[in-house]
């Protein structure tokens, strides 16, 4: 079955460039989130989309800004990377109802700054 | 404001006798709950889930409880086995912001032989 698909799994910048992240859902999900882990620490949720809307905000840094395409697909775009930006960049999506509630996870993109 | 608590950070269970996790929400608005299995360095993986209008919901191992009043869930895995040794996280949607998935601070379970 389609899963989530996250690209890239592993990016490396510097300090101050920029970095794009790439979600592409499961087909027929109406919901996708953007998740950061840290080292150690759990999930901190970032932003979400609904039906190509942004729906909600978290501790998303202003440096941040995401997006969902007419395809579905969103993409999280860091500017002016720092140190403290390496984490797990984990993509969510959903759908929600009477006869089938699931939410599936990709397998994360890998950031690390330097 | 934790809106999702699990109490226990970790917890221990003999292969083959059931483990269960425990999960308590504040939020009396969230009407879909979930529970994943994560291992590090990976994405959560998706096991089950309940709606706020039931009770009870079984997947093969797996059976989630719901008790509403309590704002209480708990996950059965029975029987357990070593593969089950990961960190589980609940979590919750409220469908009036379907904006968020909100979880749980993690249960750690170590299945032993």
């Known amino acids: 079955a389609a899963g989530v698909i996250q690209s890239p799994r592993h990016l490396i910048k510097e300090k101050r460039e920029t970095a794009t992240l790439k979600c592409y859902p499961i087909?027929?999900?109406?919901?996708v989130y953007w998740y950061q882990q840290g080292p150690g620490q759990d999930p901190q949720f970032l932003i979400s989309f609904y039906e190509k809307m942004q729906s909600d905000k978290g501790s998303i840094p202003d440096r941040f800004s995401a997006q969902q395409f007419s395809d579905y697909h969103s993409e999280l775009n860091m500017s002016s990377l720092e140190l403290g930006d390496s984490a797990l960049y984990f993509c969510a999506s959903s759908v929600i109802g009477e006869m089938n509630t699931e939410a599936f996870f990709g397998q994360g993109t890998r950031l690390t700054v330097v | 404001d934790q809106q999702v608590k699990q109490n226990s950070p970790s917890l221990s269970v003999q292969e083959g006798r059931i483990s269960i996790l425990n999960c308590d929400y504040t939020?009396?608005?969230?009407?879909?709950f979930l529970w994943y299995k994560k291992y590090p360095a990976e994405g959560p993986t998706f096991l089950i889930s309940?709606?706020?209008?039931?009770d009870k919901n079984e997947d093969g191992r797996f059976t989630v409880f719901l008790n509403k009043s309590a704002k209480h869930l708990s996950l059965h895995i029975v029987p357990s086995q070593p593969g089950d040794s990961a960190v589980y996280f609940c979590?919750?949607?409220?469908?009036?912001?379907?904006?968020?998935?909100?979880f749980g601070t993690g249960t750690r379970l170590q299945v032993t032989l």
């Open positions: 309940i709606s706020s209008i039931k």
């Open positions: 087909p027929r999900h109406d919901t």
């Open positions: 979590a919750a949607i409220s469908t009036g912001t379907a904006s968020k998935l909100t």
């Open positions: 939020n009396s608005m969230f009407d879909y």
